[in-house]
C-alpha cells in the first residue's frame, strides 16, 4: 500500500542560516567564552572595582589634585573598565583563538568574517553594559556626584564608543600578528603601564608637562580625562575626542592589512 500523500515539503534546503541569526549566535557564543574565563572577569570586572572601593584612601598615596577624591577617580574607574575589556581580554581571548585554529575555521564557515569581528564587538559592548552600570551604582553609592546631567551622559556615551573602537582595534592588532604567548604578555604588561601611569585614575594636570604632553595623545590619557571632564560640567575637549578618532582610524587600517587568520 503507498503512502498517504502529504502537503509537507520535506526536501531538503542546505544553506546557511540567515545572517542576523548568525551574528547573534556568535555575539552570545563570545559572551560565553568571555564571561567563563575566571581572569578576564578578574581583569573586566573585580580590579575596577576593587579600585573604585579603596579610592577614597588615594589621596594617601598620590596627589589627585583638588577636588573629591571620588569625583575624581570614579570616571578613571570607567575608562579602565573600557580599557580591560575592549583591549586586554579581547587581545588574549582572540590571540589563543588564533593558537588553536579557532579564528582559521570560523573564517571558512559561512559566518562572513565581519561577522567574526562584529560578533567579537557585540560581546565587549554587552560586557561594558554590565561594567560601567555596576561601577556607577557603586560610585553613586560611595558619593560620587557627577556633573552635567543628561549632556554629560551623551558626551560619555560618545566617548566611551570612541575609546572602545580605539582599544579595540589596538587589540586586534597585537592578537593578530603577534603569538598567543606575546600577545598575553603585550596585552597585560599595556594594562599594568597605563593603570600605573596612563592618565586614567590620576589628572593628567597632576603629572610632570614633559609627561603631560605625552600622556595626552594616548587613548588612555584622552579617555580618562575626557570623563573626568564631562563629568565635571566641563565638556570633553576637542583634542581629546580627536586624539581617540586618530587611534581608532590608524589601528583599524593597520587591523585591515595585517591581521593574519592563522
Known amino acids: 500500500m503507498s503512502p498517504a500523500p502529504t502537503r509537507l515539503d520535506l526536501s531538503p534546503r542546505p ?6 541569526a548568525m551574528l547573534r549566535a556568535q555575539t552570545a557564543m ?5 564571561t567563563r574565563n575566571a581572569e578576564q572577569v578578574l581583569i573586566t570586572m573585580v580590579i575596577p572595582l576593587v579600585l573604585l572601593v ?9 596627589d589627585l589634585g583638588p577636588g573629591r577624591t571620588i569625583d575624581i577617580i570614579t570616571p578613571g ?5 573600557v580599557l580591560s575589556t575592549s583591549f586586554t581580554s579581547l587581545a588574549i581571548a582572540t590571540g589563543f583563538e588564533r593558537r588553536y585554529g579557532i579564528i582559521k ?13 562584529f560578533g567579537k564587538i ?4 554587552a560586557i561594558e553594559v554590565v561594567q560601567l552600570t555596576v561601577l556607577s551604582c557603586v560610585g553613586l553609592a560611595l558619593g560620587w556626584q557627577p556633573h552635567g546631567g ?11 564608543v570612541l575609546g572602545t573602537a580605539a582599544f579595540g582595534s589596538l587589540g586586534l592588532l597585537i592578537a593578530g600578528t603577534l603569538r598567543a604567548e606575546a600577545t598575553l604578555a603585550v596585552a597585560n604588561l599595556v594594562y599594568v603601564l597605563l593603570l600605573v601611569g596612563g592618565g586614567l585614575l590620576v589628572p593628567l594636570s597632576r603629572y610632570p608637562e614633559a609627561a603631560r604632553h605625552v600622556l595626552e595623545l594616548l587613548p588612555s590619557g584622552a579617555l580618562g580625562q575626557g ?7 566641563n565638556g570633553p575637549s576637542a583634542f581629546a575626542t580627536v586624539v581617540l578618532l586618530i587611534w581608532t582610524v590608524c589601528a583599524s587600517l593597520l587591523v585591515s592589512r595585517t591581521f593574519k587568520w592563522e
Request: charged residues 10%.
Open 15 to 20: 544553506g546557511a542560516a540567515p545572517r542576523a
Open 30 to 34: 563570545e559572551l560565553r567564552l568571555q
Open 54 to 62: 579603596l579610592g577614597s584612601q588615594a589621596t594617601a598615596v598620590v
Open 77 to 81: 574607574i570607567l575608562a579602565l573598565a
Open 105 to 117: 575555521r570560523l573564517g571558512a564557515s559561512p559566518l562572513p568574517r565581519w561577522g567574526l569581528m
Open 122 to 125: 557585540g560581546a565587549v559592548v
Open 150 to 160: 543628561f549632556t554629560a551622559f551623551l558626551q560619555m556615551l560618545a566617548l566611551i
Open 227 to 233: 570623563l573626568r571632564d564631562s563629568f565635571a560640567g
